[in-house]
């Protein structure tokens, strides 16, 4: 059977399927481009030229579809982001680019009249840096709209929220003693919180969607899958949506392969009564995330010298040593990885320290030690990740995003500041990733950024570290293979014979697209396993 290409749903039913007539990438290091593919049974079986995979696929029975020219390439892998944030994010308040806190307070007084039947009203995005007042936000500003309802708003960042006083009291954060509770010059909480505060608030916004749960997690999986990414790492993620995944995934409604790293409390739990990771097509658990400190937006990245625009303060740290070296030691003995959230140099610093002493004992050399972020890294901890083979999960959109950085930390650290080819030309293992709902999961935002590092958006940082600027190509090898080492998987990220055949189809070609029209190449199809899913 030869078929033109289109789309169809009966397609889905293929076990052996051939591409043929295809500008296919069946790798980006080395790069290698091919006509057509083989598939079978979820996985690529040959390559080459139209006529080779014609009379295999005929042989074998299967059917063969012409792409008509078409790009394809490996299904996108990010290597770090938030599935439940995700979630959540789709059902909330949008605050990216809000330019003052009048401008939030009308954002959120549209939003609570367009959805008058929510419990607890949830928002996430803003950032106190582009506000024209230059003051953070307080829970009075947002008592003016919503005064008998919780309101939550996270910051961009995900390490800060501003909390109207219905939210605190509900928390019963008003007479909290934790230092994450901001307070006024009186004492008083202004309804900014920060840190330790973020999971409590996450599991009581949870709490309030038992019906709603299962139903959220699919449609972020669909809005993923829409998007081009196949493969995800989900960080800090708990047993709640660990159980609905699993649900999902019996239902046959989860075809994302997810590769999930537990929240610390719940890696505890989890170790209890499992003992080592789940592994499957699907979903798999297969490690653990920790903190080690916090934002560079919320100036609680740890620093091992104060911030340039706050002198007396260096960051906070949020796990000791001691306690990092313990976990490391749990973890890995048991077959787990650790991913360790470490973003300024200080936090780097204290995870080198305690790999070191315990990546003698590993006795599973395939489990990589992930750091997540390394936004500050100076170039002897870069050399020294290379020796100790520690992989590194990128965010090139932070690059816009943080467009303040360059204040934050001074011109004496900002050649420390994400970089990227750097830490690529010295053989770090690199994933990509796009933390969302941090920043957004359209993966050709993130390959935007790595490409133009800014320059295209007046961003100051690439004005001092325009070198830094990955290629296209590197950037996608980053973002399928490179990611896929990441998650210790090693038959993902590329269309060769024995890889998984995910991929996607293309509107354009990103190889000979010019760098500011990026973000407009579109995803026509998504294909899992031999499967279109999209």
């Known amino acids: ?72 390439i490996p299904g996108f892998i990010d290597a ?27 954002k959120l007084k549209d939003f609570v009249d367009r959805n008058p039947d929510l419990e607890v009203i949830y928002g996430r995005g803003w950032d106190q840096e582009l506000f024209i ?42 007479r909290s003693k934790s230092k994450d509770v901001i307070r006024d010059e009186k004492g008083i909480p202004t ?14 916004v949870k709490g309030k969607l038992v019906r709603e749960y299962d139903r959220y997690i699919h449609d972020a999986i669909n809005y993923l899958i829409s998007q081009g990414i196949t493969s995800i790492g989900y960080v800090s993620a708990d047993i709640k949506t660990v159980n609905t995944l699993l649900r999902l995934t019996r239902e046959g409604k989860a075809l994302l392969r997810i590769h999930a790293y537990l929240d610390l409390s719940d890696f505890e739990k989890f170790l209890s009564f499992m003992g080592s990771p789940i592994y499957s097509d699907y979903i798999s658990v297969v490690g653990v995330k920790v903190f080690l400190d916090g934002s560079l937006g919320a100036r609680t990245a740890l620093l091992t010298k104060p911030y340039n625009d706050d ?85 090139p959109r932070f690059v816009i995003s943080d467009w303040w950085v360059v204040r934050r930390v001074g011109t004496e650290r900002v050649k420390w500041v994400y970089p990227f080819k750097i830490m690529k030309n010295e053989g770090i293992t690199i994933g990509l990733s796009t933390d969302a709902p941090v920043e957004p999961s359209n993966p050709w935002e993130t390959v935007y950024a790595a490409v133009t590092r800014g320059s295209l958006d007046g961003i100051e940082l690439s004005k ?32 060769l014979p024995s890889y998984r055949a995910d991929f996607i189809v293309l509107s354009n070609d990103p190889l000979v697209t010019k760098p500011k029209e990026l973000r407009r190449i579109k995803v026509l199809e998504v294909w899992i396993g031999g499967l279109r899913v999209k």
């Open 133 to 174: 007042e230059g003051r953070w936000p307080t829970r009075y500003d947002i008592d003016d709209v919503v005064d008998d309802k919780p309101v939550i708003l996270i910051r961009v960042c995900g390490h800060a929220a501003l909390l109207n006083t219905k939210a605190m009291e509900d928390l019963d954060l008003i």
């Open 311 to 395: 002198p007396q303060n260096s960051g906070q740290e949020l796990v000791s040593v001691n306690d990092l070296t313990k976990l490391m030691d749990k973890a890995f003995s048991n077959g787990f990885q650790v991913a360790a959230h470490a973003i300024g140099d200080k936090a780097i610093d204290n995870a080198i320290v305690a790999y070191g002493k315990v990546r003698s004992s590993i006795k599973r050399s395939n489990i990589h030690f992930r750091i997540e972020h390394a936004s500050v890294i100076r170039p002897d901890q870069i050399r020294k990740l290379r020796e100790l083979d520690v992989a590194v999960t990128i965010q």
């Open 191 to 204: 309804g900014i919180v920060k840190e330790s505060i973020i999971d409590m608030i996450s599991s009581y």
């Open 80 to 106: 770090h982001l938030h599935l439940d944030g995700v979630a959540l994010a789709l059902k909330s308040l949008d605050l990216r680019g809000t330019r003052s806190i009048n401008e939030l307070k009308s």
């Open 1 to 72: 059977m030869h078929t033109q290409y289109e789309s169809r749903d009966d397609l889905n039913d293929s076990k052996v399927l051939g591409l043929i007539n295809g500008n296919i990438y069946v790798s980006f290091k080395p790069l290698k481009r091919v006509k057509a593919l083989a598939i079978a049974y979820g996985k690529v079986i040959a390559i080459g030229d139209n006529d080779y995979v014609r009379r295999i696929i005929h042989g074998l029975g299967g059917e063969v579809i012409d792409v008509g020219g078409r790009t394809v």
């Open 464 to 495: 001092y570290t325009a070198y830094e600027a990955l290629s296209i190509s590197e950037a996608l090898h980053l973002y399928t293979y490179g990611s896929a080492r990441v998650l210790n998987v090693k038959d993902l990220g590329k269309l």
